[in-house]
C-alpha cells in the first residue's frame, strides 16, 4: 500500500514539474481591446493559452484564422494545433449582445515554461494579438500593483513602482519593456515633464525594446512624439 501511494505521489510531483499555469498575466499590447487572457497552461505536450472576448457592438462576429501563431522569445513562430470554444475562419461566432463574452483557448506545440511571448493571428482585419505576454508571478504583481495605481489615478505611485520595474528588467528585453516605457513617458506627458518624458522615449528607442513600432504608434495616437 506505501508502495502505491509513492508511486502516486511521484507522479503527481512530476506532472506539477512539467506542467505549470500563469493566471491573468499581464501583456503588453493587445487587439481588439477587449479580449483578455485569463490563463496560461505549459504543458508536457502542449501550451495552451485560455482567453476570453467581449462584443462592445450590435451584431458583432468573431473566428479564429488557422494561421494564429505563439511567438516565442527568440521570433520561432510555432503555428496553431487546436482551438476550443470559437470555430475556425470563415466560419464565425455571432454575439447575441453587446457585453457577452466568448470564452476559448489556442492550443500550440510545447514550448516548455516561457519568460515571455506573443500570440498573433495572420488575418486581413480584426485579427487577434497579444504581445509580450509575461510569464514570471513576481513580476507579474509587481505589474499589476503599478497599473492599479495608474487606474486610481496615483500618477506619482504608479510611475516610482514603474521605474523600479524597468530598472529590474531592462537587460532582459522582456516583451512588456514598451509598455513600461510608455507608461512612464505618458505620465511625464500628463503631469507636463516633456525633458523626462523624452528622456525615457530616447531610452526605449536604444534599448532594443520588442515590438518598438507598436509603441511608437501607440504614442503618436496620444499625441507624443520626439
Known amino acids: 500500500m506505501k508502495h502505491i501511494l509513492l508511486t502516486l505521489l511521484m507522479t503527481v510531483i512530476c506532472h506539477m514539474a512539467i506542467s505549470q499555469s500563469v493566471i491573468n498575466p499581464n501583456y503588453g499590447i493587445k487587439t481588439p481591446l477587449t479580449a483578455e487572457i485569463t490563463r496560461v497552461d505549459f504543458n508536457e505536450d502542449a501550451t495552451v493559452v485560455w482567453l476570453t472576448i467581449m462584443s462592445d457592438i450590435n ?9 494564429t501563431f505563439l511567438i516565442r522569445p527568440d521570433g520561432m513562430k510555432l ?66 500593483l503599478a497599473y492599479s ?26 516583451g512588456i519593456e514598451g509598455s513600461v516605457y510608455t507608461s512612464l513617458i505618458l505620465i511625464d506627458h500628463r503631469l507636463g515633464r516633456e525633458e523626462a518624458a523624452r ?13 518598438l513600432g507598436l509603441y511608437l504608434e501607440t504614442l503618436r495616437r496620444e499625441g507624443v512624439s520626439y
Open 149 to 174: 495605481l495608474t487606474d486610481k489615478g496615483d500618477d506619482v505611485a504608479a510611475y516610482n513602482r514603474l521605474k523600479e520595474i524597468i530598472t529590474d528588467t531592462d537587460s532582459l528585453n522582456l
Open 59 to 67: 451584431n458583432a462576429w468573431f473566428c479564429i484564422d488557422r494561421n
Open 79 to 144: 503555428k496553431l494545433t487546436g482551438l476550443k470554444g470559437l470555430p475556425y475562419c470563415p466560419a464565425t461566432y455571432k454575439f447575441k449582445r453587446p457585453g457577452e463574452k466568448a470564452s476559448f483557448s489556442l492550443t500550440f506545440p510545447a514550448t516548455g515554461m516561457l519568460p515571455w511571448f506573443s500570440v498573433v493571428e495572420e488575418c486581413v482585419g480584426g485579427c487577434l494579438s497579444v504581445r509580450g505576454i509575461i510569464t514570471d508571478t513576481t513580476l507579474n504583481e509587481k505589474l499589476d
Open 199 to 211: 528622456s525615457w522615449y530616447n531610452r526605449m528607442m536604444t534599448a532594443d525594446t520588442p515590438d
